[in-house]
């Protein structure tokens, strides 16, 4: 297993052919999209310290402001999409993070060529995101505390559970087990990973049933749902946590919401699968603003290994 | 249905001319000798190699056998239990207990109906939170008192409505996935129509998977698949093949275990074969866990599980 540090700086000779270390992804975020989407091509490629467009408010901010308050907004605190290197600075003591099982990939095992040919949609993806797949799991410490972490990147193909992402989170729930040692996921999703077919909805028992072993044997697994968490992912293991934390404005649900304004015919109400819809409607625990959020995360799980001392 | 026109218009043309009167015209007799001789070798044809999206078809077909006849042609006194003791009883899924010879099982299984008015109160099959709650209550049920537990799948997948969403469909369906990876009974489960996404899982893996010749298991709809990749719910001729959702396809990526045979054209053609052959499969699958010791169920399922999925660089 190779491992790597958010804080150490690379050097050219440290790249991998099939990787990028972690510290080095922070390079690839010039290729986000802080802006609506027709304004996408003139921003993004502009470097750091340039003034964006909050997609809340539609007001322009300077980077650093935004970077500086964890990508919310000052203005109207609208929390922006992190990528999993961002969310793992935020989230982890720094220094901290070892990631495991980094070298899984995924393969094309129904050869999926409906659309764009899925071992090259793989593979761009690997190329854009600089990430091996759609989650990132590793050991890491949040406020002094041993954890088990795993972080989704829906840059990676919407974040969709494959193959990959399955076995991930599973090993992630196993390497818990075998230490221990609490687990906390941060997911985002667009649901399973249709090129996958079959393999991809199994993928759901799979890390529901490794969820499951987990709470049996009493290891706390906290989960923090982030825009957008849907499908697949909300119904396996992201809903099976010991206490759901949603970020606040994240569109979690089963069903995306054009289907279900199509199944309807009705326009859908203001807030429908927000987090904090969820929260209303007893789904969830709490609602967190991020800038809180590793505070949170420490402080339950203090709480729920509170019994071990 | 809709690849089966050809066949039909031959047989619509062959009744009418079967009304007329063969002693006032001598043509007819060669004329009807030919056109059924014309349907005959259509017969052949049309169903020798059917696609994954004719297949789909056949699945869904109205006169499909349901899980209420499997209920009534495969079991014995039946017990339906309902609600989910949180808001209401979902008639989309069937719970209860029955007997299926001699052994008394926990059967579940999406439900359609028949006509019009059994379809609505039934929701055309697709469950709401409240189905995957009962279900889970059976589970449960089931792994307390160490009855197997046998679930039809026959859904096009979960409501994608507003209130199923208010009412936490997904969390329904991931308990529903906690429960049914640990009981500690046997798990057959038999796809007789459509496996439909997370609504089919729900109730849709266990230690055994039986499948019917036609039934098929996706991930997503072959329409909203091409929906998605192409804005066009029309290509899902293409997408049914990509997605691999077959019974044959099943066996070949090691998720389903039997396939049950069907007669040509669907089990509808024949429900009686269809029902000798899931009587057998079913009783062959429970007996062969019947003679597990039942705290080890848990964990060989999980191993089944985790076999599951392709990755390189493992
Ligand atoms: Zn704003």
């Not at chain 1, 077919?197 to 759901?204: F, K, V």
């Not at chain 1, 490794?210 to 009493?218: D, F, I, S, V």
């Not at chain 1, 929260?279 to 800038?291: K, N, P």
């Given at each position: 297993m190779r491992s790597a540090r958010l804080s150490e700086r690379p050097t050219p000779d440290d790249h991998e052919t099939d990787s990028m270390p972690i510290s080095d992804w922070f390079k690839a975020r010039e290729q986000r999209n802080y802006t609506t989407p027709t304004e996408a091509a003139t921003t993004s490629d502009l470097p750091d310290g340039v003034w964006v467009r909050c997609e809340g408010c539609k007001r322009t901010l300077y980077m650093g402001d935004l970077e500086r308050e964890l990508m919310v907004c000052p203005t109207c605190g609208r929390h922006h999409d992190l990528s999993a290197p961002e969310r793992l600075a935020m989230l982890l003591d720094e220094g901290s993070f070892e990631e495991v099982d980094a070298h899984l990939r995924s393969v094309d095992p129904l050869q999926f060529t409906s659309g764009k040919v899925y071992s090259e949609q793989v593979a761009a993806a690997v190329q854009r995101t600089g990430l091996g797949e759609a989650i990132v799991t590793g050991r890491a410490t949040i406020g002094g505390h041993r954890a088990i972490v795993g972080v989704m990147d829906f840059r990676f193909i919407g974040a969709s559970m494959g193959s990959v992402v399955g076995e991930k989170v599973t090993r992630a729930?196993?390497?818990a087990l075998a230490e221990r040692t609490p687990l906390v996921l941060v997911t985002a999703s667009g649901g399973a990973r249709m090129q996958e077919?079959?393999?991809?909805?199994?993928?759901?028992a799979k890390t529901a049933a490794?969820?499951?072993?987990?709470?049996?044997?009493?290891v706390p697994y906290i989960v923090v749902l982030t825009n957008p968490t849907m499908g697949g992912v909300t119904a396996s293991f992201a809903t099976l946590g010991d206490v759901l934390?949603?970020?606040?404005?994240?569109?979690?649900g089963f069903a995306g919401p054009r289907l279900v304004e199509q199944t309807i015919r009705k326009s859908l109400p203001k807030g429908f699968q927000s987090s904090e819809f969820l929260?209303?409607?007893?789904?969830?625990?709490?609602?967190?603003?991020?800038?809180e959020l590793k505070d949170r995360v420490a402080l339950l799980l203090s709480y729920l290994t509170a019994g071990d001392e | 249905m809709e690849f089966e026109r050809p066949l039909d218009e031959l047989e619509d043309k062959l009744a009418s001319l079967k009304h007329l009167d063969v002693s006032e015209q001598p043509d007819l007799a060669a004329e009807i000798a030919g056109l059924e001789a014309e349907i005959a070798r259509l017969h052949e044809t049309l169903y020798a190699e059917l696609t994954p999206w004719e297949r789909v078809q056949i699945a869904r077909h109205p006169e499909r056998p349901k899980t209420d006849d499997y209920l009534q042609a495969l079991f014995t006194d039946v017990v339906e239990v309902h609600g989910?003791?949180?808001?209401g009883d979902d008639e989309s899924v069937f719970a209860g207990f029955a007997t299926l010879q001699g052994r008394k099982v926990a059967v579940l299984g999406h439900r359609k109906g028949k006509n019009t008015t059994e379809n609505v109160r039934r929701n055309f099959g697709s469950p709401h939170p409240e189905g995957f709650r009962k279900a889970e209550r059976l589970m449960h049920l089931a792994d307390r008192f160490g009855m197997p537990i046998v679930s039809f799948l026959d859904t096009a997948g979960a409501y994608p409505g507003l209130d199923d969403e208010d009412r936490g469909q997904a969390l329904a369906i991931a308990d529903c996935l906690a429960a049914l990876s640990s009981v500690r009974v046997p798990v057959v489960v038999v796809g007789i129509g459509e496996g439909g996404s997370g609504g089919a899982l729900a109730i849709g893996f266990g230690d055994r998977l039986i499948m019917l010749e036609n039934a098929?298991?996706?991930?997503?709809?072959p329409e909203m698949c091409a929906t998605i990749l192409h804005k066009d719910a029309r290509r899902a001729s293409e997408t049914s093949a990509c997605l691999q959702l077959t019974a044959d396809d099943l066996v070949r990526l090691g998720l389903a275990d039997a396939v049950v045979a069907e007669p040509r054209g669907g089990a509808h053609r024949d429900p009686e074969m269809v029902f000798d052959g899931v009587r057998t499969a079913l009783s062959a699958a429970l007996e062969s866990l019947s003679a597990v010791d039942r705290a080890t169920l848990p964990d060989t399922r999980y191993e089944r599980l985790r076999r599951i999925g392709e990755v390189a660089g493992g």
């Open positions: 729930f196993e390497l077919g079959m393999l991809s909805l199994m993928q759901m490794a969820a499951t072993r987990l709470a049996a044997a009493g934390i949603a970020e606040p404005g994240a569109l979690i929260l209303e409607h007893g789904m969830i625990d709490m609602v967190v603003d991020r800038r | 989910d003791r949180l808001f098929y298991y996706s991930v997503i709809s």
